[in-house]
């Protein structure tokens, strides 16, 4: 089972930004599709990114389409999302998480459809 371990969430300013990471414990990201998801308290978990096996097609939230990037270095074993122009409802715990082989382009944000998940790292965006 691959371990992920998200990283670089921290407390700032509205209209700032962050760069989250998720690194594996292995070359997990060489042959599978990975998403980002967050939760903001008493809600429910939320696709916020993805992207294919190959890399070369994203997805994302309409939520923060324009403002967050995902992205990867497979040499690094570690997947990256740039948020920038952050706002107070992007608090959340954002987690990685790995895709299950087989997902459809229009299953990509189900939760349901991922099965390795990381702990979680706690971004909070102060107006």
């Known amino acids: 089972q691959v371990q992920l371990v998200e990283s670089g969430g921290q407390l700032v300013q509205a209209g700032g930004s962050l760069r989250l990471s998720c690194t594996a414990s292995?070359?997990?990201?060489?042959?599978?599709?990975m998403g980002w998801f967050r939760q903001a308290p008493g809600k429910e978990r939320e696709f916020v990114a993805a992207?294919?096996?190959?890399?070369?097609?994203?997805y994302y939230a309409d939520s923060v389409k324009g403002r967050f990037t995902i992205s990867r270095d497979n040499a690094k074993n570690t997947a990256y999302l740039q948020m920038n122009s952050l706002k107070p409802e992007d608090t959340a715990v954002y987690y990685c998480?790995?895709?299950?082989?087989?997902?459809?382009?229009?299953?990509?944000?189900?939760?349901?459809?991922?099965?390795?998940w990381g702990q979680g790292t706690r971004v909070t965006v102060s107006s």
């Open positions: 292995d070359r997990t990201f060489n042959s599978y599709a």
């Open positions: 992207f294919s096996r190959s890399g070369g097609n994203t």
């Open positions: 998480a790995r895709q299950r082989v087989g997902t459809i382009t229009s299953s990509v944000r189900d939760p349901r459809r991922y099965d390795s």
